[in-house]
Protein backbone atom coordinates (compact mmCIF):
# COMPACT_ATOMS: atom_id res chain seq x y z
CA UNK A 1 0.00 0.00 0.00
CA UNK A 2 0.82 3.33 -0.71
CA UNK A 3 2.64 4.49 3.32
CA UNK A 4 4.23 8.15 2.62
CA UNK A 5 3.58 10.70 0.51
CA UNK A 6 5.89 13.92 -0.01
CA UNK A 7 5.69 16.25 -2.21
CA UNK A 8 7.87 19.87 -2.33
CA UNK A 9 7.65 22.65 -4.86
CA UNK A 10 5.07 21.54 -7.39
CA UNK A 11 2.35 24.03 -8.12
CA UNK A 12 0.61 25.69 -4.85
CA UNK A 13 2.65 22.96 -2.69
CA UNK A 14 5.50 24.17 -1.13
CA UNK A 15 6.09 21.16 1.13
CA UNK A 16 3.99 18.26 2.50
CA UNK A 17 4.24 15.00 4.01
CA UNK A 18 1.05 12.26 4.20
CA UNK A 19 0.96 9.25 6.21
CA UNK A 20 -1.84 7.21 4.45
CA UNK A 21 -3.45 4.06 6.79
CA UNK A 22 -5.05 1.11 5.23
CA UNK A 23 -8.58 0.60 4.28
CA UNK A 24 -10.54 3.85 2.80
CA UNK A 25 -8.61 7.09 2.96
CA UNK A 26 -10.86 10.15 2.13
CA UNK A 27 -9.68 13.67 0.62
CA UNK A 28 -11.95 16.57 0.85
CA UNK A 29 -11.45 20.41 0.66
CA UNK A 30 -13.11 23.04 -0.83
CA UNK A 31 -12.95 24.20 -4.21
CA UNK A 32 -9.60 25.42 -6.21
CA UNK A 33 -7.66 24.29 -2.87
CA UNK A 34 -5.56 21.57 -4.90
CA UNK A 35 -6.95 17.97 -4.53
CA UNK A 36 -6.02 17.73 -8.14
CA UNK A 37 -2.54 18.78 -7.59
CA UNK A 38 -2.09 16.25 -5.19
CA UNK A 39 -3.37 13.46 -7.88
CA UNK A 40 -0.99 15.04 -10.78
CA UNK A 41 1.98 14.43 -8.17
CA UNK A 42 0.86 10.86 -8.18
CA UNK A 43 0.44 10.85 -11.70
CA UNK A 44 3.80 12.25 -12.48
CA UNK A 45 4.90 9.11 -11.05
CA UNK A 46 2.93 6.84 -13.54
CA UNK A 47 4.48 8.91 -16.03
CA UNK A 48 2.87 11.98 -16.29
CA UNK A 49 4.59 14.51 -18.95
CA UNK A 50 5.83 17.04 -16.88
CA UNK A 51 6.42 20.71 -17.97
CA UNK A 52 8.64 23.99 -16.06
CA UNK A 53 5.27 25.45 -15.05
CA UNK A 54 4.69 22.33 -12.47
CA UNK A 55 7.34 24.15 -10.71
CA UNK A 56 6.54 26.39 -7.76
CA UNK A 57 7.45 30.32 -8.34
CA UNK A 58 11.01 31.39 -7.56
CA UNK A 59 11.92 27.19 -6.91
CA UNK A 60 14.43 25.62 -8.85
CA UNK A 61 12.89 21.84 -9.03
CA UNK A 62 10.06 20.37 -7.43
CA UNK A 63 10.14 16.76 -5.79
CA UNK A 64 7.13 13.46 -5.39
CA UNK A 65 8.47 10.92 -3.63
CA UNK A 66 5.92 7.81 -3.06
CA UNK A 67 7.06 5.37 -0.83
CA UNK A 68 5.14 2.19 -1.06
CA UNK A 69 5.29 -0.98 1.33
CA UNK A 70 4.76 -4.40 -0.92
CA UNK A 71 2.28 -6.88 0.91
CA UNK A 72 0.79 -8.66 -1.96
CA UNK A 73 2.50 -11.57 -3.29
CA UNK A 74 1.37 -11.13 -6.96
CA UNK A 75 2.66 -7.12 -6.81
CA UNK A 76 6.05 -8.77 -5.53
CA UNK A 77 6.87 -10.78 -7.91
CA UNK A 78 5.51 -8.39 -10.82
CA UNK A 79 8.30 -6.51 -9.29
CA UNK A 80 10.91 -9.01 -9.54
CA UNK A 81 9.93 -8.90 -13.01
CA UNK A 82 11.15 -5.82 -13.53
CA UNK A 83 14.21 -6.36 -11.81
CA UNK A 84 13.16 -4.13 -8.74
CA UNK A 85 13.60 -6.04 -5.22
CA UNK A 86 11.72 -4.62 -2.46
CA UNK A 87 13.84 -3.27 0.40
CA UNK A 88 12.69 -4.33 3.76
CA UNK A 89 9.70 -5.16 1.92
CA UNK A 90 9.26 -1.45 1.23
CA UNK A 91 9.90 0.08 -2.23
CA UNK A 92 10.05 4.46 -2.71
CA UNK A 93 9.34 6.20 -6.38
CA UNK A 94 10.75 9.37 -6.68
CA UNK A 95 10.68 11.66 -9.65
CA UNK A 96 12.90 15.43 -9.37
CA UNK A 97 11.71 18.12 -11.78
CA UNK A 98 13.79 19.91 -13.02
CA UNK A 99 13.19 22.62 -15.76
CA UNK A 100 11.45 20.35 -17.91
CA UNK A 101 13.34 17.43 -17.25
CA UNK A 102 13.39 14.91 -14.96
CA UNK A 103 15.61 12.67 -12.43
CA UNK A 104 13.76 9.37 -11.77
CA UNK A 105 14.73 6.71 -8.94
CA UNK A 106 13.39 3.80 -7.83
CA UNK A 107 14.92 2.93 -4.25
CA UNK A 108 17.71 5.32 -5.12
CA UNK A 109 18.72 4.21 -8.19
CA UNK A 110 18.36 6.17 -11.42
CA UNK A 111 15.70 4.97 -14.01
CA UNK A 112 14.07 5.92 -17.45
CA UNK A 113 10.16 6.89 -17.05
CA UNK A 114 8.77 3.99 -18.65
CA UNK A 115 10.92 1.76 -15.89
CA UNK A 116 8.77 3.95 -12.95
CA UNK A 117 5.63 4.11 -14.94
CA UNK A 118 6.30 -0.07 -14.95
CA UNK A 119 6.61 -0.37 -11.40
CA UNK A 120 4.35 1.95 -10.41
CA UNK A 121 1.46 -0.10 -12.59
CA UNK A 122 2.25 -2.66 -10.35
CA UNK A 123 1.49 -1.16 -7.27
CA UNK A 124 -1.11 1.59 -7.60
CA UNK A 125 -4.09 2.34 -10.27
CA UNK A 126 -5.56 6.00 -10.35
CA UNK A 127 -9.10 6.66 -12.24
CA UNK A 128 -9.15 10.50 -12.96
CA UNK A 129 -12.34 12.50 -13.47
CA UNK A 130 -12.42 12.06 -16.99
CA UNK A 131 -11.21 8.59 -17.40
CA UNK A 132 -14.77 6.92 -17.33
CA UNK A 133 -15.24 8.33 -20.61
CA UNK A 134 -12.82 6.28 -22.45
CA UNK A 135 -15.44 3.43 -21.68
CA UNK A 136 -17.06 4.36 -24.21
CA UNK A 137 -15.01 3.72 -27.01
CA UNK A 138 -14.52 -0.48 -28.10
CA UNK A 139 -10.75 -0.38 -27.83
CA UNK A 140 -10.99 0.57 -24.11
CA UNK A 141 -13.85 -2.27 -23.59
CA UNK A 142 -11.35 -5.30 -24.80
CA UNK A 143 -8.42 -3.86 -22.77
CA UNK A 144 -10.62 -4.29 -20.06
CA UNK A 145 -12.04 -7.40 -20.75
CA UNK A 146 -8.47 -8.58 -21.61
CA UNK A 147 -7.00 -7.64 -18.41
CA UNK A 148 -9.49 -9.33 -16.74
CA UNK A 149 -8.86 -12.96 -18.02
CA UNK A 150 -5.44 -11.65 -18.58
CA UNK A 151 -4.04 -15.68 -17.18
CA UNK A 152 -5.07 -16.83 -19.80
CA UNK A 153 -5.95 -14.41 -22.45
CA UNK A 154 -2.42 -12.81 -22.71
CA UNK A 155 -0.37 -15.97 -24.04
CA UNK A 156 -2.64 -16.69 -26.64
CA UNK A 157 -2.83 -12.88 -27.73
CA UNK A 158 1.25 -13.09 -27.70
CA UNK A 159 0.18 -16.12 -30.09
CA UNK A 160 -2.14 -14.13 -32.14
CA UNK A 161 0.28 -11.61 -32.52
CA UNK A 162 2.95 -13.73 -33.91
CA UNK A 163 0.94 -15.24 -36.47
CA UNK A 164 -0.39 -11.81 -37.38
CA UNK A 165 3.32 -10.50 -37.97
CA UNK A 166 4.13 -14.36 -40.01
CA UNK A 167 0.57 -13.18 -42.15
CA UNK A 168 1.60 -9.76 -42.76
CA UNK A 169 5.54 -11.16 -44.06
CA UNK A 170 3.70 -13.13 -46.35
CA UNK A 171 1.23 -10.56 -47.71
CA UNK A 172 4.23 -8.56 -48.49
CA UNK A 173 6.01 -11.51 -50.34
CA UNK A 174 3.37 -12.30 -52.51
CA UNK A 175 2.96 -8.76 -52.98
CA UNK A 176 6.59 -8.10 -54.26
CA UNK A 177 6.19 -10.51 -56.48
CA UNK A 178 2.57 -9.37 -57.94
CA UNK A 179 4.01 -8.25 -61.80
CA UNK A 180 2.52 -8.59 -65.20
CA UNK A 181 4.89 -10.11 -67.69
CA UNK A 182 6.09 -7.03 -68.92
CA UNK A 183 7.37 -5.81 -66.04
CA UNK A 184 9.24 -9.02 -65.11
CA UNK A 185 10.73 -8.81 -68.50
CA UNK A 186 12.02 -5.49 -68.16
CA UNK A 187 13.47 -6.31 -64.25
CA UNK A 188 14.82 -9.63 -65.97
CA UNK A 189 16.88 -7.37 -68.71
CA UNK A 190 17.98 -4.91 -65.80
CA UNK A 191 19.41 -7.74 -63.56
CA UNK A 192 21.03 -9.72 -66.58
CA UNK A 193 23.00 -6.23 -67.45
CA UNK A 194 23.55 -5.66 -64.27
CA UNK A 195 25.30 -9.19 -63.74
CA UNK A 196 27.11 -9.25 -67.02
CA UNK A 197 28.43 -5.83 -66.26
CA UNK A 198 30.24 -7.22 -62.84
CA UNK A 199 30.88 -11.12 -64.39
CA UNK A 200 32.72 -9.54 -67.30
CA UNK A 201 35.27 -7.23 -65.15
CA UNK A 202 36.60 -10.56 -63.47
CA UNK A 203 36.89 -8.99 -59.89
CA UNK A 204 39.39 -10.10 -57.54
CA UNK A 205 39.49 -9.34 -53.72
CA UNK A 206 41.91 -7.34 -53.00
CA UNK A 207 43.01 -6.70 -56.36
CA UNK A 208 42.06 -2.40 -56.31
CA UNK A 209 44.73 -2.46 -53.41
CA UNK A 210 47.11 -3.60 -55.39
CA UNK A 211 46.57 -1.84 -58.73
CA UNK A 212 46.48 1.34 -56.26
CA UNK A 213 50.10 0.81 -55.31
CA UNK A 214 50.80 0.02 -58.83
CA UNK A 215 49.19 3.73 -60.15
CA UNK A 216 51.31 5.38 -57.48
CA UNK A 217 54.69 3.77 -58.28
CA UNK A 218 53.95 4.04 -62.21
CA UNK A 219 52.54 7.73 -61.56
CA UNK A 220 55.70 8.83 -59.48
CA UNK A 221 58.27 6.69 -61.47
CA UNK A 222 60.46 10.08 -62.53
CA UNK A 223 60.56 10.99 -58.95
CA UNK A 224 61.63 7.22 -58.01
CA UNK A 225 64.41 7.05 -59.84
CA UNK A 226 65.93 10.79 -59.59
CA UNK A 227 65.89 9.73 -55.77
CA UNK A 228 67.43 6.19 -56.79
CA UNK A 229 70.00 7.80 -58.06
CA UNK A 230 70.86 10.36 -55.62
CA UNK A 231 70.96 7.51 -53.18
CA UNK A 232 72.78 5.29 -54.89
CA UNK A 233 75.36 7.80 -55.35
CA UNK A 234 75.45 9.35 -51.78
CA UNK A 235 76.63 5.58 -50.39
CA UNK A 236 78.66 4.72 -53.30
CA UNK A 237 82.16 4.68 -53.28
CA UNK A 238 82.54 6.47 -56.82
CA UNK A 239 83.36 9.84 -55.59
CA UNK A 240 84.91 11.28 -52.91
CA UNK A 241 81.88 11.97 -51.16
CA UNK A 242 80.00 8.82 -51.68
CA UNK A 243 79.56 7.20 -48.26
CA UNK A 244 81.22 3.77 -48.78
CA UNK A 245 84.44 5.55 -50.03
CA UNK A 246 84.32 7.68 -46.83
CA UNK A 247 83.69 4.28 -44.74
CA UNK A 248 86.69 2.60 -46.46
CA UNK A 249 88.67 5.37 -46.28
CA UNK A 250 88.38 5.38 -42.16
CA UNK A 251 88.51 1.67 -42.44
CA UNK A 252 91.97 2.07 -43.74
CA UNK A 253 93.09 4.08 -40.73
CA UNK A 254 91.56 2.25 -38.24
CA UNK A 255 93.42 -1.00 -39.64
CA UNK A 256 96.60 0.61 -39.17
CA UNK A 257 96.83 1.22 -35.48
CA UNK A 258 94.91 -1.76 -34.51
CA UNK A 259 98.21 -3.68 -34.34
CA UNK A 260 99.30 -1.15 -31.69
CA UNK A 261 96.06 -1.27 -29.77
CA UNK A 262 94.26 -4.60 -28.80
CA UNK A 263 90.85 -2.60 -27.39
CA UNK A 264 90.51 -1.10 -31.19
CA UNK A 265 89.63 -4.95 -32.64
CA UNK A 266 86.12 -4.39 -31.80
CA UNK A 267 85.72 -0.98 -33.60
CA UNK A 268 87.18 -2.09 -36.13
CA UNK A 269 85.38 -5.58 -36.80
CA UNK A 270 82.14 -2.87 -36.19
CA UNK A 271 83.50 -0.73 -38.99
CA UNK A 272 84.03 -3.87 -41.06
CA UNK A 273 80.21 -4.60 -40.92
CA UNK A 274 79.09 -1.21 -41.21
CA UNK A 275 81.33 -1.47 -44.42
CA UNK A 276 79.68 -4.41 -45.77
CA UNK A 277 75.96 -3.48 -44.95
CA UNK A 278 76.84 -0.11 -46.77
CA UNK A 279 78.25 -1.96 -50.00
CA UNK A 280 75.32 -4.05 -49.82
CA UNK A 281 72.62 -1.53 -49.71
CA UNK A 282 74.72 -0.28 -52.63
CA UNK A 283 74.34 -2.82 -54.69
CA UNK A 284 71.04 -3.59 -53.84
CA UNK A 285 69.79 0.05 -55.13
CA UNK A 286 71.86 -0.50 -58.28
CA UNK A 287 70.19 -3.82 -59.10
CA UNK A 288 66.94 -2.00 -58.44
CA UNK A 289 67.33 0.78 -61.02
CA UNK A 290 68.47 -2.12 -63.88
CA UNK A 291 65.27 -3.53 -63.29
CA UNK A 292 62.94 -0.74 -62.98
CA UNK A 293 60.87 0.34 -65.78
CA UNK A 294 58.39 2.81 -66.48
CA UNK A 295 56.54 1.59 -69.82
CA UNK A 296 53.53 3.93 -70.87
CA UNK A 297 51.43 0.76 -72.09
CA UNK A 298 51.67 -0.58 -68.35
CA UNK A 299 50.48 2.86 -66.73
CA UNK A 300 47.63 3.21 -69.43
CA UNK A 301 46.41 -0.53 -68.86
CA UNK A 302 46.55 -0.03 -64.87
CA UNK A 303 44.55 3.31 -64.84
CA UNK A 304 41.86 1.82 -67.56
CA UNK A 305 41.33 -1.19 -64.78
CA UNK A 306 41.32 1.23 -61.91
CA UNK A 307 38.81 3.49 -63.40
CA UNK A 308 36.56 0.41 -64.31
CA UNK A 309 36.72 -0.93 -60.59
CA UNK A 310 35.76 2.48 -59.31
CA UNK A 311 32.87 2.56 -61.86
CA UNK A 312 31.66 -0.58 -60.52
CA UNK A 313 32.25 0.99 -56.75
CA UNK A 314 29.94 3.76 -57.69
CA UNK A 315 26.98 1.31 -59.03
CA UNK A 316 27.43 -1.20 -56.40
CA UNK A 317 29.37 -1.39 -53.93
CA UNK A 318 32.03 0.29 -51.82
CA UNK A 319 34.80 -2.20 -51.98
CA UNK A 320 35.33 -5.33 -54.01
CA UNK A 321 33.65 -7.66 -51.12
CA UNK A 322 30.64 -5.33 -51.59
CA UNK A 323 30.14 -5.90 -55.61
CA UNK A 324 30.91 -9.12 -55.51
CA UNK A 325 27.57 -9.58 -53.04
CA UNK A 326 25.90 -7.39 -55.18
CA UNK A 327 26.12 -9.30 -57.61
CA UNK A 328 24.88 -12.98 -55.93
CA UNK A 329 21.81 -10.87 -54.58
CA UNK A 330 21.07 -9.63 -58.09
CA UNK A 331 21.74 -13.27 -59.33
CA UNK A 332 18.68 -14.46 -56.47
CA UNK A 333 16.63 -12.08 -58.32
CA UNK A 334 17.09 -13.19 -61.19
CA UNK A 335 16.85 -16.86 -60.31
CA UNK A 336 13.16 -16.02 -58.73
CA UNK A 337 12.74 -14.56 -61.56
CA UNK A 338 13.35 -17.32 -63.69
CA UNK A 339 11.21 -19.51 -61.36
CA UNK A 340 8.18 -16.69 -61.29
CA UNK A 341 5.90 -19.13 -61.63
CA UNK A 342 6.75 -21.31 -58.70
CA UNK A 343 7.62 -18.83 -56.56
CA UNK A 344 4.10 -17.31 -57.14
CA UNK A 345 2.76 -20.25 -56.46
CA UNK A 346 4.62 -20.84 -53.11
CA UNK A 347 4.06 -17.48 -51.70
CA UNK A 348 0.51 -18.10 -52.16
CA UNK A 349 0.22 -21.22 -50.45
CA UNK A 350 2.37 -19.52 -47.73
CA UNK A 351 0.03 -17.31 -47.07
CA UNK A 352 -2.73 -19.74 -46.97
CA UNK A 353 -1.40 -21.30 -44.33
CA UNK A 354 -0.40 -18.44 -42.91
CA UNK A 355 -3.87 -16.80 -42.67
CA UNK A 356 -5.46 -20.53 -41.39
CA UNK A 357 -2.97 -20.03 -38.48
CA UNK A 358 -3.88 -17.21 -37.89
CA UNK A 359 -7.53 -17.79 -38.05
CA UNK A 360 -7.12 -20.82 -35.56
CA UNK A 361 -5.23 -18.65 -33.48
CA UNK A 362 -7.73 -15.53 -33.29
CA UNK A 363 -10.69 -17.90 -32.69
CA UNK A 364 -8.70 -19.65 -29.69
CA UNK A 365 -8.70 -16.42 -28.38
CA UNK A 366 -12.26 -15.65 -29.21
CA UNK A 367 -13.34 -18.25 -27.86
CA UNK A 368 -11.20 -17.29 -24.33
CA UNK A 369 -12.81 -14.14 -24.61
CA UNK A 370 -16.14 -15.02 -24.68
CA UNK A 371 -16.06 -17.61 -21.54
CA UNK A 372 -14.56 -14.40 -19.50
CA UNK A 373 -16.55 -12.56 -20.72
CA UNK A 374 -19.72 -14.60 -19.04
CA UNK A 375 -17.59 -14.48 -16.00
CA UNK A 376 -17.36 -10.83 -16.30
CA UNK A 377 -20.94 -9.78 -17.06
CA UNK A 378 -22.21 -11.51 -14.14
CA UNK A 379 -19.51 -9.68 -12.31
CA UNK A 380 -20.60 -6.45 -13.78
CA UNK A 381 -24.23 -7.05 -12.79
CA UNK A 382 -23.87 -7.61 -9.22
CA UNK A 383 -21.17 -4.72 -8.72
CA UNK A 384 -23.73 -2.10 -10.37
CA UNK A 385 -26.39 -3.45 -8.16
CA UNK A 386 -24.78 -3.07 -5.40
CA UNK A 387 -24.34 0.81 -7.01
CA UNK A 388 -27.93 0.98 -7.09
CA UNK A 389 -29.05 -0.25 -10.11
CA UNK A 390 -31.64 -2.33 -9.30
CA UNK A 391 -32.74 -3.91 -12.30
CA UNK A 392 -29.83 -3.46 -14.61
CA UNK A 393 -28.83 -5.59 -17.41
CA UNK A 394 -25.58 -5.84 -19.15
CA UNK A 395 -23.93 -8.10 -21.36
CA UNK A 396 -20.83 -8.03 -23.84
CA UNK A 397 -21.28 -8.32 -27.33
CA UNK A 398 -18.78 -10.24 -30.12
CA UNK A 399 -18.37 -8.94 -33.50
CA UNK A 400 -15.88 -9.55 -36.18
CA UNK A 401 -14.24 -7.12 -37.58
CA UNK A 402 -13.71 -7.23 -41.36
CA UNK A 403 -9.52 -7.58 -40.86
CA UNK A 404 -7.16 -8.95 -38.88
CA UNK A 405 -5.30 -7.48 -36.23
CA UNK A 406 -2.34 -8.57 -34.18
CA UNK A 407 -5.14 -8.40 -31.38
CA UNK A 408 -7.33 -10.86 -33.07
CA UNK A 409 -10.58 -10.29 -35.02
CA UNK A 410 -13.10 -9.94 -31.78
CA UNK A 411 -14.87 -6.25 -31.55
CA UNK A 412 -16.33 -6.09 -28.54
CA UNK A 413 -19.03 -3.61 -27.12
CA UNK A 414 -20.33 -3.33 -23.61
CA UNK A 415 -24.68 -3.04 -23.74
CA UNK A 416 -26.28 -1.94 -20.66
CA UNK A 417 -30.22 -2.11 -19.37
CA UNK A 418 -30.87 0.13 -17.00
CA UNK A 419 -34.65 0.11 -16.46
CA UNK A 420 -37.40 -2.86 -16.14
CA UNK A 421 -38.05 -3.45 -20.16
CA UNK A 422 -35.45 -1.90 -21.96
CA UNK A 423 -33.26 -3.54 -24.37
CA UNK A 424 -29.78 -3.67 -24.21
CA UNK A 425 -28.16 -0.47 -25.71
CA UNK A 426 -24.44 0.57 -26.00
CA UNK A 427 -23.27 2.94 -23.38
CA UNK A 428 -23.02 5.86 -24.96
CA UNK A 429 -26.42 5.94 -25.87
CA UNK A 430 -28.00 4.85 -22.64
CA UNK A 431 -25.91 6.10 -19.44
CA UNK A 432 -25.22 9.61 -18.09
CA UNK A 433 -22.20 10.82 -16.42
CA UNK A 434 -22.68 9.41 -12.95
CA UNK A 435 -24.31 6.04 -14.04
CA UNK A 436 -20.60 5.90 -16.40
CA UNK A 437 -18.24 6.50 -13.86
CA UNK A 438 -20.13 3.87 -11.30
CA UNK A 439 -20.06 1.19 -14.24
CA UNK A 440 -16.11 2.37 -14.30
CA UNK A 441 -16.12 1.68 -10.67
CA UNK A 442 -17.75 -1.79 -10.47
CA UNK A 443 -14.85 -2.42 -13.27
CA UNK A 444 -12.08 -1.14 -11.43
CA UNK A 445 -12.88 -3.20 -8.57
CA UNK A 446 -13.73 -6.06 -10.58
CA UNK A 447 -10.09 -5.82 -12.25
CA UNK A 448 -8.24 -4.59 -8.74
CA UNK A 449 -9.89 -8.07 -7.11
CA UNK A 450 -8.02 -9.67 -10.28
CA UNK A 451 -4.89 -8.34 -10.24
CA UNK A 452 -4.58 -7.46 -6.27
CA UNK A 453 -3.32 -4.24 -6.83
CA UNK A 454 -2.99 -2.77 -3.33
CA UNK A 455 -3.89 1.01 -3.60
CA UNK A 456 -6.86 2.15 -5.61
CA UNK A 457 -7.26 6.08 -6.35
CA UNK A 458 -10.30 7.51 -7.27
CA UNK A 459 -10.70 11.33 -8.02
CA UNK A 460 -14.28 12.09 -7.72
CA UNK A 461 -15.54 9.41 -8.75
CA UNK A 462 -18.80 10.61 -7.17
CA UNK A 463 -19.54 13.31 -10.09
CA UNK A 464 -23.54 13.05 -11.49
CA UNK A 465 -24.40 11.29 -8.02
CA UNK A 466 -26.22 11.76 -4.98
CA UNK A 467 -28.95 10.73 -2.72
CA UNK A 468 -30.00 6.81 -2.13
CA UNK A 469 -26.73 6.23 -5.07
CA UNK A 470 -24.30 8.03 -3.19
CA UNK A 471 -24.92 5.96 -0.32
CA UNK A 472 -24.91 3.03 -2.10
CA UNK A 473 -21.33 4.04 -3.73
CA UNK A 474 -19.93 4.94 -0.19
CA UNK A 475 -20.79 1.36 0.54
CA UNK A 476 -19.04 0.29 -2.19
CA UNK A 477 -15.83 2.13 -1.63
CA UNK A 478 -16.26 0.50 1.96
CA UNK A 479 -16.17 -2.87 0.70
CA UNK A 480 -13.48 -2.32 -1.19
CA UNK A 481 -11.47 -0.68 1.21
CA UNK A 482 -11.75 -3.70 2.63
CA UNK A 483 -9.09 -5.69 0.39
CA UNK A 484 -7.04 -2.86 -0.40
CA UNK A 485 -5.73 0.70 0.21
CA UNK A 486 -8.52 3.28 -1.19
CA UNK A 487 -7.65 7.21 -1.58
CA UNK A 488 -10.63 9.15 -2.81
CA UNK A 489 -11.12 12.72 -3.67
CA UNK A 490 -14.99 13.33 -2.93
CA UNK A 491 -17.10 16.32 -2.39
CA UNK A 492 -20.25 14.22 -0.51
CA UNK A 493 -20.74 13.42 2.67
CA UNK A 494 -21.82 10.10 2.43
CA UNK A 495 -18.49 9.22 1.09
CA UNK A 496 -16.33 10.96 3.27
CA UNK A 497 -18.46 9.84 6.16
CA UNK A 498 -16.91 5.83 5.06
CA UNK A 499 -13.70 7.12 5.80
CA UNK A 500 -11.34 4.71 7.48
CA UNK A 501 -8.99 7.87 7.32
CA UNK A 502 -10.04 11.18 7.24
CA UNK A 503 -7.53 14.37 5.40
CA UNK A 504 -8.39 17.87 4.66
CA UNK A 505 -6.72 19.74 1.76
CA UNK A 506 -6.83 23.42 2.33
CA UNK A 507 -5.32 26.67 0.65
CA UNK A 508 -4.11 29.47 2.72
CA UNK A 509 -1.84 32.48 2.40
CA UNK A 510 1.96 32.17 4.24
CA UNK A 511 4.65 34.94 3.68
CA UNK A 512 2.03 36.72 0.59
CA UNK A 513 2.30 33.32 -1.16
CA UNK A 514 -0.79 30.43 -1.65
CA UNK A 515 0.30 27.44 0.06
CA UNK A 516 -1.89 23.92 -0.22
CA UNK A 517 -1.69 21.78 2.62
CA UNK A 518 -2.63 18.79 4.02
CA UNK A 519 -3.54 16.97 7.11
CA UNK A 520 -5.79 14.04 8.96
CA UNK A 521 -9.03 15.20 10.62
CA UNK A 522 -9.82 13.38 13.63
CA UNK A 523 -13.05 13.37 16.11
CA UNK A 524 -14.69 16.60 15.98
CA UNK A 525 -12.57 18.35 13.30
CA UNK A 526 -13.53 15.38 11.10
CA UNK A 527 -17.47 15.83 12.29
CA UNK A 528 -16.90 19.96 10.72
CA UNK A 529 -15.95 18.85 7.43
CA UNK A 530 -19.00 16.68 6.79
CA UNK A 531 -20.92 19.58 8.29
CA UNK A 532 -19.13 21.62 5.53
CA UNK A 533 -19.95 19.03 3.19
CA UNK A 534 -23.78 18.93 4.24
CA UNK A 535 -24.38 22.28 4.71
CA UNK A 536 -22.37 24.51 2.98
CA UNK A 537 -20.90 28.13 4.34
CA UNK A 538 -22.83 27.95 7.76
CA UNK A 539 -22.50 25.39 10.01
CA UNK A 540 -25.36 24.82 12.39
CA UNK A 541 -25.59 22.84 15.48
CA UNK A 542 -28.48 20.75 13.40
CA UNK A 543 -25.76 20.12 10.25
CA UNK A 544 -23.40 19.11 13.60
CA UNK A 545 -25.61 16.98 14.47
CA UNK A 546 -26.77 15.66 11.26
CA UNK A 547 -22.87 14.75 10.37
CA UNK A 548 -22.99 13.31 13.52
CA UNK A 549 -25.40 10.87 12.32
CA UNK A 550 -24.16 10.30 9.26
CA UNK A 551 -21.21 9.17 10.44
CA UNK A 552 -21.79 6.81 13.33
CA UNK A 553 -24.47 5.24 10.56
CA UNK A 554 -21.44 4.88 8.65
CA UNK A 555 -19.18 2.78 11.61
CA UNK A 556 -22.20 1.23 12.21
CA UNK A 557 -22.28 -0.45 8.83
CA UNK A 558 -18.80 -0.98 8.69
CA UNK A 559 -18.79 -3.13 12.36
CA UNK A 560 -22.23 -5.03 11.43
CA UNK A 561 -21.57 -5.61 6.90
CA UNK A 562 -17.89 -6.00 6.82
CA UNK A 563 -16.99 -8.55 9.25
Given at each position: ?11 L ?11 L?I ?38 E ?25 V ?28 A ?14 L????K?L???DA ?12 V ?8 K????L??LD??EE ?20 L ?5 E ?7 K ?5 K ?15 G?N ?7 SA??E ?9 D ?9 E ?11 I ?12 T ?11 N ?5 Y???IE ?6 Q ?6 EN ?32 R???SR?L ?10 L??L ?7 F ?8 K ?43 D???T ?6 D?G ?19 HQ ?38 D ?39
Open positions: MLAHLHVKNLAIEEIEVEFGPGNLTGETGAGKSILLGSMQLILGSKISRSMIRENASYALVLLFEVENPKAGQALRELDILPEEGQLLSRKIMDGRSINKINGETCTVSQMKAASCLLDIHGQHEHQSLYPEQEILYGKERILPEKEKKAAYQEYRCIKAKDMDQRNREKAFLEFEIQEIESARTAGEDELEKLYRLSNGKIVEALQTVHGLTGYDEGAGEIIGLRLSRVTEYDPLEGMESSLQIDALVNDFNRESSYLDELTFDDEFFETEQRLDLIGLKAKGQQGILAYQKQQQKLLLKFEENFLEAKENLAKAEKCLEKASQDLSKIQEYQTEQVIEGLRDNFDVNFDIQQRKSSYTEGFDEVEYVISTNPGETLKPLGKIVSGGELSRIMLALKAILADRQIELIFDEITISGRTAQKVSEKMAVIGRHVLCITHLPQIAAMADTHFEIEKHLKDSETITEIHPLYGDCLRELARLLGGAEITTAVLENAREMKELAEEYKSKKLK
